[in-house]
Each structure stands twice: as C-alpha cells, then as structure tokens.
C-alpha cells in the first residue's frame, strides 16, 4: 500500500503559498462580513477605498480596474452600482473630455472609512510581529508582487523599487540605506512604500539595474 503523504513532505514554498491562499480567503471574507450590512461587494468596497486613498487625484475607471487587478467591465459594474447608490460622482477628466473620472459624494467618503475597518484583523496580525519580522516581511512581499507582475498576473504597483525617484543602497547608514530623491532624504527598509502618489515609474532599462542592485545591496538576506 502507498504510504499516504504527511505535511512535512511539503516544501517550505508549499507552505508558504498554502498560507498566502488561507489569508487571502480570511481577507475575502472579512470583505464580505465587512459589506454586507451595506449591501457592498469586496469590489465595491475596494473602490470606496481606493477613491478615497487617492483623493485629489483624477482617478479613472482603467485606473480602477488596474489596481484592483479585475476586468473593465467587472470595474464599470461596481462603478454603475456605487453610482446608484450615490456613493460616488462620475465627471469628466480636465486633460481629456472623452475620459469619466470618479470622485467620492460625502456619503461615499463615509461609507469607506468605515469599509475599510475589515483590514483592523490584518492589520493586528501585522502588529504581532517584531519590527524586524515587519521589515523582512515588507521586503518579501515587494519581491513577491514583482514577481506576480513580470508573470502579468496583477497590475503594475507603484512602489519605490520601481520608481524613478529610488536610489537602493545609497547610503551607508544600515537603518537608512536608501534614497528618495522626490524628498532628497534616506529611508529605510520598514519606509519602503507599495503605493505612493508620487510615484513615477522607471524606464524598463534603468528598472532592471535598479531592481538587481536592491537584490544585491541586501547584506545576503
């Protein structure tokens, strides 16, 4: 008789990637109990949140559908629904006529602080860890999504480690190594940003080096 396979077979990936599956359904499902009061869908929730992440910045529906990493038309539908719900305002962009733009009403700007409140759960699994676990973590988890974006399988981030502005390892300091040079100040590991509205991103060439000497200039971790 085959022996049946037991856990320890696995491989540390294979853990790893069982227990990015469970946290992303926990997360899902915390969307869900987070909405349903509201009669909001997690996609519906995301783009309050979104909205009101980037208030102030012109936001389009490609925009919306890039960084949620769904369809147009999965976008436009969740749009459509918060607009009946009066959650937010289509306009039209001041660059280009043809472009709608979303903006957040009063109501919606309310409705996504308190959209936003499922995240508590992660967020106190995140403070359980150390600061450096935290910084080890953040820094994979960079790793991680460039690697889900070179396969195509979500949209481009705007994080430092593709940003124009990120010089890796510029400085000597070990707790602030790097440099933004949109602030001109050094920054460290636990201050690397996977979301910044002043991102610009770096050309394929200059990206590439970029990406290698922040691999490199990691002390071997």
């Known amino acids: 008789m085959k022996p ?6 696995k491989t540390i990936v294979e853990h790893i990637t069982a227990g990015l599956a ?14 349903t009061a509201r009669k909001l869908t997690p ?7 979104l909205l009101e992440e980037r208030a102030g910045q012109p936001i389009r529906l490609n925009d919306v559908a890039n960084a949620l990493g769904v369809t ?7 749009v459509i629904a918060l607009e009946h719900k009066q959650l ?17 009403t009063a109501s919606g700007q309310r409705e996504a602080r308190r959209s936003g409140g499922w995240t508590d759960v992660v967020r106190a699994g995140v403070q359980s860890l150390s600061l450096e676990e935290q910084a080890v973590f953040l820094r994979g988890l960079i790793k991680l999504i460039r690697s ?7 949209s481009t981030m705007r994080m430092c480690a593709g940003c124009i502005y990120f010089r890796p390892y510029a400085h000597a300091d070990v707790a602030k190594p790097h440099h933004c040079a949109f602030v001109d100040a050094p920054m460290g590991e636990n201050q690397l940003r996977l979301d910044c509205s002043d991102f610009v991103p770096v050309s394929e060439v200059d990206g590439v080096r970029r990406w290698q000497e922040f691999l490199s200039g990691s002390g071997g971790r």
């Open 88 to 104: 937010l305002r289509k306009g039209r962009s001041t660059e280009d006529n043809r472009a709608l733009t979303l903006t957040l």
């Open 22 to 35: 469970k946290v992303a359904a926990a997360l899902r499902s915390q969307a869900w109990e987070g909405g």
């Open 72 to 78: 147009a038309a999965t976008a436009s539908d969740a």
């Open 148 to 154: 889900l974006q070179e396969q195509g399988a979500i």
């Open 43 to 49: 996609t519906q929730g995301q783009i309050l949140l």
């Open 4 to 9: 049946l396979p037991i856990q320890g077979d």
